[in-house]
């Protein structure tokens, strides 16, 4: 990860940490270079995630990092996700990276598994926010004082204003809901979100600092839906028929090599699976 505050604490004992990715001004290449040799040592891969807002020149550094070692062991995501979704995102691959998948697999499931997570927030102002479609009629309700506004940036943009009787669309699943304050104070998205998407447990995490540069402002409050249950996530993931990669040749989900970004040849593509979310038959996870 990119920033500590990404690094959400684990739900159990098994799950892993995760390991930071520093900036340069925080540190040295020389030092980043060995602390990634390091991490290919002792776990033979690396996944690197990180928000799409991050700086270019942490960006810059990451891709530095793995053209010097000439590694395809190092696997890039930039994930298109607010910040608290990235976090979400990033525990749940900690969870899978114990179970019996391999590398490949685990990486080429963050595009798969961030179409299951509902990222939004409760903002004051939406005069800056570029990252969510704004009509011009929300610009302007958006200098009325007091005017907030719902929005879902994730799996389906959506923005709505609050008291107009609209509603965010939430998921068709059983999720907990996670949140993080801004400089913002309101009960919205518990009164209000958390009981309109049935959600089964609502938890708090401080607010990532990526997260007021991805949303445009600090006056706000951000959430994520998730799925709690590990043994759903696992079943979700193996689901989804697995592909060998033409260049690198590890394993892959979906239509892209998540370690080395290559896609899949044609033919394999006309024959890829995908996954079917079926919560009535949990599957066991190894260890």
Not at 25 to 42: C, K, R
Not at 224 to 248: G, H, K, M, N, T
């Amino acid at each position: 990860m990119t920033s500590a505050d990404l690094v959400l604490p684990p739900t159990d004992q098994q799950t892993p940490t995760a390991a930071l990715l520093h900036a340069p001004d925080a540190q040295p290449l020389e030092l980043a270079l060995n602390d990634m040799n390091v991490l290919l040592e002792q776990h033979g891969y690396v996944i690197a995630v990180y928000p799409a807002n991050i700086a270019k020149a942490h960006e810059r550094r990451l891709h530095m990092i793995r053209s010097m070692l000439e590694s395809d062991r190092i696997a890039l995501l930039k994930v298109d996700l607010p910040p608290l979704g990235v976090a979400v995102l990033v525990r749940q691959l900690r969870q899978l990276s114990i179970c019996d998948f391999s590398a490949g697999v685990v990486a080429s499931a963050a595009r798969l598994l961030s179409h299951y997570i509902h990222a939004g927030a409760l903002l004051s102002t939406v005069t800056k926010l570029d990252r969510v479609p704004v009509s011009l009629k929300a610009h302007a309700k958006s200098w009325v004082p007091g005017s907030q506004f719902g929005v879902l940036a994730n799996p389906n943009p959506q923005l709505i204003k609050v008291g107009s009787g609209e509603d965010l669309t939430g998921p068709e699943f059983g999720t907990h809901l996670l949140v993080a304050k801004g400089q913002l104070q309101s009960e919205w998205v518990k009164e209000t979100i958390a009981p309109s998407w049935q959600v089964q447990a609502v938890h708090e995490a401080p607010l990532p600092s990526y997260s007021p540069g991805w949303w445009g402002t600090s006056k706000m409050i951000e959430f994520a839906a998730f799925l709690p249950d590990i043994s759903v996530v696992y079943q979700l993931v193996s689901s989804v028929r697995r592909e060998i990669c033409a260049w690198c040749g590890n394993e892959l989900i979906g239509d892209r090599c998540g370690l080395c970004s290559a896609p899949l040849r044609p033919q394999q593509n006309q024959t890829n699976g995908s996954g079917v979310l079926n919560q009535g038959t949990p599957m066991h996870h190894g260890s």
